[in-house]
């Protein structure tokens, strides 16, 4: 079944740990994208990718950095994690081409950093 | 450039009553648009979206919504508001030759019983 995959669902980690947060999607879309979410909050875009090794920074400036080695999958990494990246992350991807950008979600990453 | 503004960032009805999500958007290309519906610690899912064509879109779950071109709008509606229905919806624009999806701010639907 095409999906799009995130895990952990949540995630509880103390400060300074290094985390990846894995994205798969199995829909063949070429555009992948992270946003960050507070309880009750707008989505903001930290990251999107075009293609394989292909990322840019979104419209939230954001410590965290992605990789794109392989079309289906997208981590997220922080290297040192603080309590100020407790947030929802999102994971999200999209067909290539002209079309028209419809997004597809993943269940979310809740993190807490103590 | 494209934006969106959702007036009324949280919005209770009773139950059985109409619901009406309020969406204004601004784009310089024709606009795709969307409403997503976000449940508590759960991803975005598609209620509805707009590309060409009618402009009276129906949606999952009863809702639909109407394009506006004169009013720049795309308001989210339902005749009957159901316990269920309680979740944060998000209005979204984007455009041929746009690469991204811009969303409001979102707008927390309660339900009164």
């Known amino acids: 079944e095409a999906d799009i995959y995130q895990t952990p669902r949540y995630l509880v980690i103390g400060t300074g740990k290094k985390i990846t947060l894995e994205c798969s999607q199995t829909?063949?879309?070429?555009?992948m994208y992270w946003y960050q979410q507070d309880p009750g909050m707008e989505l903001h875009l930290i990251h999107y990718s075009y293609g394989v090794n292909s990322t840019e920074k979104g419209d939230l400036s954001s410590e965290s950095t992605v990789s794109r080695i392989r079309t289906e999958h997208f981590p997220l990494t922080l290297e040192s994690a603080r309590p100020s990246h407790t947030s929802q992350y999102l994971c999200?991807?999209?067909?290539?081409?002209?079309?028209?950008?419809?997004?597809?979600f993943g269940p979310g990453t809740r993190l807490t950093v103590l | 450039a494209q934006s969106v503004t959702q007036l009324g960032s949280h919005v209770s009805v009773s139950e059985g009553a109409l619901v009406l999500l309020r969406c204004n958007y601004s784009?310089?290309?024709?606009?795709?648009l969307f409403w997503y519906v976000q449940y508590p610690n759960q991803g975005l899912q598609l209620l509805l979206k707009?590309?060409?064509?009618?402009?009276l879109v129906k949606g999952i779950n009863g809702f639909e919504a109407e394009f506006k071109k004169s009013e720049t709008s795309f308001h989210l509606t339902k005749p009957s508001a159901h316990m269920s229905d309680a979740a944060e919806y998000f209005c979204?624009?984007?455009?041929?030759?746009?690469?991204?999806?811009?969303f409001g701010q979102g707008t927390r639907l309660t339900i009164n019983p």
């Open positions: 707009y590309t060409t064509g009618a402009t």
């Open positions: 979204a624009v984007s455009g041929q030759g746009a690469q991204k999806l811009v």
């Open positions: 829909m063949g879309h070429d555009k």
């Open positions: 999200a991807s999209s067909e290539s081409g002209w079309g028209t950008n419809e997004q597809f």
């Open positions: 784009s310089s290309v024709p606009p795709y």
